[in-house]
């Protein structure tokens, strides 16, 4: 796949010191996944993240810390097996430990104009959803009160900046109004991440999102 938009070094960043809220980090983790340009640009973080570690000035743990996890090591543990699941090729990993199936059997609800969306279980301020948005259909028009992150897992999508395919990832803030509209042909269905309420401009929408956690 062809990726034009990919992960901010901002974001990226925050990614490599652990500091983004799940949300993000599931949405940046699974472009990540998707992108072998943005994959090598996180490990070049992680390198510095681990040059950091090493001159750190060691602290010492307390007496016999070594000898409690050599022992716990020894031990069998017995781990569950996990009931085998059809994996979904548009959920890639970490998407389909959130997703756990297909992604038409995730219990969706319909947010009018036939887009539908399933809120995804994370913690922190932000919010996870997956969005499944008719060919042709177009999301209504809004801005964002904070950051929004939306990566395209199946169809394309456009809006007054561009177009997003497979893979691609959009980072809306909040000088951005945007109208996305999905391409004719085929459903789009996107990964999305906002940490703030968005801002609609018609009247519908308005009334329903605090309904719909949007
Ligand atoms: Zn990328």
Known sequence: M?????????LL???AAGSLPEAFSLVVATHLSLCDDCRARAAALDAVGGRLMEEA????????????VMSRLD???????????????????????????????????????GVRQAILPTGGEAIARLLWIPGGQAVPDHGHRGMELTLVLQGAF???????????LEIADEELEHTPTAE???DCICLAA????????????KLVQPFFRI
């Open 2 to 10: 062809t990726i034009r938009h990919h992960v901010s070094d901002a």
């Open 13 to 15: 960043t925050a990614y």
């Open 57 to 68: 000035a060691p602290v010492a743990l307390s007496e016999g810390s070594l000898a409690a």
């Open 75 to 113: 031990r069998r543990i017995e781990v569950p097996a996990r009931p085998a699941r059809r994996a979904d090729p548009r959920a890639p990993a970490p998407l389909a430990d959130y997703v756990g199936g297909r992604l038409q059997d995730v219990r969706w609800r319909a947010l009018g104009g």
């Open 158 to 168: 456009r809006d007054e900046t561009d177009r997003f395919g497979p893979g691609d």
């Open 184 to 186: 004719a042909g085929i």
């Open 194 to 205: 906002t940490d703030a309420p968005l801002r609609f401009n018609s009247f519908l929408p």
